[in-house]
């Protein structure tokens, strides 16, 4: 499986994110408060806000343009909005190393990278 490295874990504060492009794809690497990594396409599907700079919740991310809600766990918008963005799977190395596969995770297949 093809993994980029895109940073180390140490490298992200809790509830904020770093944004890497890859692919020509800009992608949002959120710390959550538990301390889990998530990756998500930086770019709201409402109008394109960019979710790296919205409010982290768990594992929610609140879009800083019109609060639309995201799970970042699927990419799935929250109702009563809708849509969906990818996410990414990302490991982290023993040596902190951030690896991104920049393989598009869809939960939905209605929804497609930009
Ligand atoms: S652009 Fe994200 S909620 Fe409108």
């Known amino acids: ?3 980029i ?5 140490k490298d992200i504060e809790e509830k904020r994110a770093r944004i890497v492009q890859v692919n020509g794809v800009e992608i949002s690497v959120f710390k959550l ?3 889990e990594i998530r990756a998500i396409e930086n770019r709201c599907p409402h109008k394109g806000g960019k979710l790296s ?11 800083p343009l019109h ?13 009563p909005d809708e849509g969906c963005i990818a996410t990414y799977q990302v490991t982290v190395a023993e040596n902190g190393d ?7 995770v869809l939960s939905d297949t209605s929804c497609e990278a930009s």
């Open 67 to 79: 609060d639309w809600k995201i799970d970042m766990n699927d990419g799935v918008v929250q109702a």
């Open 53 to 63: 700079e919205g409010i982290v919740s768990g594992h929610h991310v609140f879009c």
């Open 98 to 104: 951030l690896q991104l596969d920049p393989n598009p």
């Open 5 to 9: 490295i895109i940073g180390n874990y």
């Open 1 to 3: 499986m093809e993994q």
């Open 33 to 35: 408060s538990s301390g």
